[in-house]
């Protein structure tokens, strides 16, 4: 059995708007987030952890910030990118770790609707897909609330 992790790391600033998306839920909030996409620093997380496990490079290879087609883009299209490369490379994916780290918004209510969603796109039980979340004791970037950082974790199976 040939068993891969990978890891992902992402950042996005808060700027104008009145929501944010993670993990492909929408969550109403003072701010949005910047970036080139939809923003969802959560789902690119586990994309490039995905990525990583695959050892074929990260979002920003497969779909560059500079191409115009990307701009306000759904993030599960880079998900579902990454799914099907690992797919057709034989890979199944046995689990996915992601931790949000932020001050606001408050991840714990909507962590659920992000595992389902998550588990949804990746064709998987819920029970393979974990999204937590921490505070960075209001110290640095994230806890001024300047923006929200993720990491996550893959682990790939290929039978
Ligand atoms: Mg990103």
């Not at 923003?39 to 952890?49: F, K, P, Y």
């Not at 689990?95 to 932020?102: A, F, R």
């Not at 923006?147 to 682990?155: D, R």
Request: glycine share 12%; aromatic share 6%; hydrophobic share 40%.
């Amino acid at each position: 059995m040939d068993i891969r992790l990978g890891n992902g790391f992402d950042v996005h600033a808060f700027g104008p708007g009145d929501h944010v998306v993670l993990c492909g839920v929408r969550i109403p909030h003072s701010q949005g987030l910047v970036g080139h996409s939809d923003a969802d620093v959560g789902m690119h997380t586990v994309t490039d952890a995905i990525y990583g496990a695959l050892a074929r490079g990260d979002i920003g290879q497969h779909f560059p910030p500079s191409d115009p087609q990307w701009k306000g883009a759904a993030s599960e299209i880079f998900l579902l990118h990454a799914a099907r490369l690992a797919r057709s490379m034989g890979y199944d994916i046995s689990n996915i770790d992601c931790t949000l780290v932020c001050e606001f918004p408050k991840i714990g209510p909507h962590a659920a609707g992000m595992r389902a969603e998550l588990a949804r796109l990746l064709d998987l039980d819920a029970d393979r897909v974990s999204v937590k979340a921490t505070t960075s004791e209001r110290l640095g970037f994230t806890g001024r609330g300047e923006g929200i950082a993720c990491l996550a974790t893959a682990a790939l199976v290929k039978p």
